[in-house]
């Protein structure tokens, strides 16, 4: 194996962590934030990019694998944590928000996993972490995640993040399953990715569903998510007294007790 072997827990359920073992000299890369508590003998260090590169390639390198991060959204840093001590050292990684993580062996999907550009939690140190294009227009204006996709290489362990419920499907040759386009979470190297229009007037401007759905086509298997974050925090957004809007949820009185309780 090219990529560190790496042993690991998950803890809670819909707000989880996971719980990585390292031996002497073993490392795990993760995004910037995310880790939660290190034992006394792992040494931080932050790099550019994934590091899955970092002993064979120069600055150049280096500063490319940083800016396909950045066409991503995420950070040009990372971070490595390596165990410098003589025995097993222990180091934990939290989610952003509530959901799952979901711990993804690249050794056996193909050595690749397409993924939502912001799902990356942490993973094995060898295991690249770069862009996935996608070239058809359609795709480009109306996925949701746009032409660019997080695209996760190698043979070690990953790890990503979804939010609310998971489902994994696994497809087979030629069968299509049409999901929300926030609600693709990852999928296989082999699965087909495009986007199909709703259709019709009534379901595009009343149906509240999004205008378009992601079809994804087996072989191979796509794990979705039941409540996209861009959804949640619309919710939250709209329900804060000083945020998008005030809905009176179980109030008879509605608009109307607004005029009386201060806050106009």
Same mark, same amino acid.
């Given at each position: !194996?090219?990529? /560190?072997?790496?042993?690991?827990?998950?803890?809670? #359920?819909?707000?989880?962590? @996971?719980? =990585?073992?390292? #031996?002497?000299?073993?490392?795990?890369? &993760?995004?910037?934030?995310?880790?939660? !508590? =290190?034992?006394?003998?792992?040494?931080?260090?932050?790099?550019?990019?994934?590091?899955?590169?970092?002993?064979?390639?120069? +600055?150049?390198?280096?500063?490319?694998? %940083?800016?396909?991060?950045?066409?991503?959204?995420?950070?040009?840093? !990372?971070?490595?944590?390596?165990?410098?001590?003589?025995?097993?050292?222990k180091v934990c990684f939290a989610a952003p928000y509530i959901g799952k993580i979901i711990p993804? #062996?690249?050794?056996?999907?193909?050595?690749?996993? @397409?993924?939502?550009?912001?799902?990356?939690?942490?993973?094995?140190?060898? @295991? *690249?972490?770069? =862009?996935? $294009?996608?070239?058809?227009?359609?795709?480009?204006? $109306?996925?949701?995640?746009? $032409?660019?996709?997080?695209?996760?290489?190698? #043979?070690?362990?990953?790890?990503? /993040?979804?939010?609310? &419920?998971?489902?994994?499907?696994?497809?087979?040759?030629?069968?299509?399953?049409?999901?929300?386009?926030?609600?693709? @979470?990852? !999928?296989?190297?082999?699965? /087909?990715?495009?986007?199909?229009?709703?259709?019709?007037?009534?379901?595009?401007?009343?149906?509240?569903?999004?205008? $378009?759905?992601?079809?994804?086509?087996?072989?191979? *298997?796509?794990?979705?998510?039941?409540?996209? +974050?861009?959804?949640?925090?619309?919710?939250?957004?709209?329900? %804060?007294?000083?945020?998008?809007?005030?809905?009176?949820?179980? *109030? =008879?009185?509605?608009?109307?007790?607004?005029? +009386?309780?201060?806050?106009?």
């Amino acid at each position: !194996m090219n990529s /560190h072997e790496i042993d690991y827990k998950i803890y809670g #359920d819909d707000i989880q962590f @996971v719980e =990585i073992e390292l #031996d002497p000299r073993e490392t795990v890369i &993760a995004e910037a934030g995310s880790m939660m !508590m =290190i034992d006394p003998n792992i040494q931080m260090e932050t790099i550019f990019g994934d590091g899955s590169s970092q002993s064979k390639g120069g +600055f150049m390198d280096k500063l490319f694998g %940083a800016g396909k991060r950045v066409l991503t959204g995420e950070s040009l840093f !990372m971070t490595t944590y390596t165990n410098v001590g003589y025995e097993k050292e222990k180091v934990c990684f939290a989610a952003p928000y509530i959901g799952k993580i979901i711990p993804m #062996d690249l050794s056996t999907l193909g050595g690749k996993l @397409v993924c939502q550009k912001d799902s990356f939690l942490c993973s094995a140190k060898g @295991v *690249s972490v770069g =862009i996935d $294009f996608r070239k058809k227009l359609s795709v480009g204006f $109306f996925g949701g995640e746009g $032409f660019i996709l997080q695209k996760l290489e190698g #043979d070690g362990m990953a790890f990503i /993040h979804s939010c609310g &419920a998971l489902i994994k499907k696994d497809l087979l040759p030629g069968e299509t399953l049409r999901i929300d386009t926030g609600c693709l @979470v990852a !999928m296989t190297r082999e699965v /087909h990715y495009d986007i199909e229009f709703v259709g019709g007037i009534k379901n595009t401007f009343f149906g509240g569903e999004g205008v $378009f759905f992601t079809t994804v086509s087996g072989p191979g *298997s796509v794990w979705i998510q039941s409540l996209p +974050f861009n959804r949640l925090a619309e919710r939250v957004f709209a329900a %804060a007294p000083y945020g998008g809007g005030k809905k009176e949820e179980g *109030s =008879i009185l509605g608009g109307l007790g607004n005029l +009386f309780d201060g806050d106009n």
